[in-house]
């Protein structure tokens, strides 16, 4: 017999909320009624629930703020918010987050109910697609880079991990090496572009006694000392030609030659590579080597930036927070709803890597227990204090894009989509843009 699906209903209604649990324990659902965020955050701490359905304004708490707090402590679940005042922004951010509908009151119920049945139906392999606990992201583009990992856990061959700097390659490296039989052994990395290039043949590969002036004893390079476990090579387009050479009878031959040794010594490890650069593109201008890249290249994995997957920030900033208050010895911190809509409307150019050190910041040089959007982004707050000039140059900006987002509109034909792309940015980011300018798009 199927175990019901846990619903949990936060409304303060007396008649709405009653109503909506009856209905819902009539389809099968067991559903549990909070009437205040406070409320909905104990309950879930208890119920572990499968959706939510909530309304925006709680007495003591936003809906918006009591999501945001559930996406940081349980990870992604389907939720789905009722509102008798329509807020386009607040719809866009919670959408963004990860929220599956936005409805305005009186809500359709049936329509509801069948949107929450398809959000609950089970995929077929779920096991597969990496159905279990978020390990590196909640969005459908991190959920299908760790299946994709899992599958390469099984097998025994070269790994490449791609995507802009700050992504999290080395995370999802350790998430590899974590997954695979290896798990028990050493993970071991080397950053090839930081490492001198004099020494980078002795780091990777040891040395022996005397095998240069200075070699005063024997040294086990990282290709030794991962063992059985797993060896990641980051930035592995900056490695020196000559050493490419030598990786390339690792990867084959399974075996290395330590600086001034009689015998090779065998490779055990598994080799995962890691790099922002395009290697096709280097191997094509002859910085890189085709036979090592055609070696390296048996499963490549990009790891999407974050601008392209919006709703993992909530959930990373959530993870980061409870990790850096642990680390630094304080107390609870939690983020304000502007502070979370703050973090869902900025484009991250600096990946999970500024989002961790907005986040440390903040945290270190916050006044209270709650951050505010200028804690995690200070720079604005000096933005807006600039000099008397600074509103003549705003208007000249706000004048230059609503010329350019005009004109993109103009040549689409009206298409959003289409004049995004002519911009070179999102559709949620033009339609913000449209909606600061006054712009209906027609």
């Known amino acids: 017999m199927t175990t019901p699906k846990v619903v949990l209903v936060v409304e303060d209604d007396p008649i709405i909320g009653p109503a909506l649990v009856h209905r819902l324990r009539l389809e099968g659902y067991r559903p549990r009624l909070a009437e205040t965020g406070a ?60 929220a599956r509908d936005y409805l305005t009151k009186p809500v359709d119920v049936d329509r509801l109910l069948e949107a929450l049945g398809a959000a609950l ?93 200075g070699a005063a004893a024997r040294h086990p390079g990282l290709a030794e000392r991962a063992g059985s476990g797993t060896l990641l090579l980051d930035e592995i387009a900056e490695l020196a030609p000559e050493l490419q050479a030598k990786l390339l009878r690792l990867v084959q031959e399974r075996a290395f030659l330590p600086l001034g040794a009689a015998a090779e010594r065998r490779f055990a490890a598994r080799l995962v590579c890691a790099t922002h650069a395009d290697l096709a593109a280097r ?41 850096v208050v642990a680390r630094f010895g ?36 916050a006044e209270g227990e709650v951050l505010e959007p200028h804690d995690l982004f200070p720079e604005h707050a000096l933005e807006r204090d600039a000099a008397p000039g600074a509103p003549l140059l705003g208007a000249a900006i706000q004048g230059a894009t609503r010329m350019a987002v005009t004109e993109a509109l103009a040549r689409a034909g009206g298409n959003r989509a289409e004049a995004a792309r002519f911009l070179g940015i999102s559709r949620t980011t033009l339609w913000k843009r449209m909606r600061e300018l006054g712009l209906t798009g027609d």
């Open 330 to 365: 304080l107390g609870p911190r939690n983020l304000s709803p502007a502070a979370a809509a703050a973090l869902a409307d900025h484009d991250w150019p600096g990946n999970v890597r500024e989002l961790r050190n907005r986040i440390e910041r903040a945290v270190a040089l």
């Open 121 to 213: 139906i089970p995929p077929r392999d779920r096991a597969e697609e990496g159905g279990g606990p978020a390990a590196l992201g909640v969005s459908a583009a991190m959920r299908g880079v760790e299946a994709m990992l899992r599958k390469a856990a099984r097998v025994d061959v070269p790994v490449v991990l791609t995507g802009e700097t700050g992504v999290g390659k080395e995370v999802a490296a350790r998430f590899l090496h974590a997954a695979s039989s290896r798990a028990k052994q050493p993970f071991v990395a080397l950053n090839c572009a930081a490492v001198p290039r004099d020494l980078a043949e002795s780091t990777l590969f040891g040395h022996e006694r005397g095998a240069f002036t």
């Open 39 to 98: 409320a909905a955050l104990r309950e879930a701490r208890a119920l572990r629930p499968d959706a939510v359905l909530s309304d925006i304004r709680l007495p003591d708490m936003s809906g918006e703020e009591v999501y945001l707090r559930l996406l940081a402590e349980h990870g992604a679940l389907p939720a789905f918010f009722m509102t008798a005042f329509g807020d386009v922004a607040q719809a866009v951010r919670l959408v963004r987050a990860g």
């Open 283 to 323: 191997v094509r201008t002859g910085g890189f080597r085709e036979d090592l890249y055609y070696r390296l290249n048996v499963i490549a994995v990009e790891i999407p930036p974050l601008r392209r997957r919006v709703e993992d920030v909530p959930w990373l900033a959530g993870r980061l927070l409870v990790e």
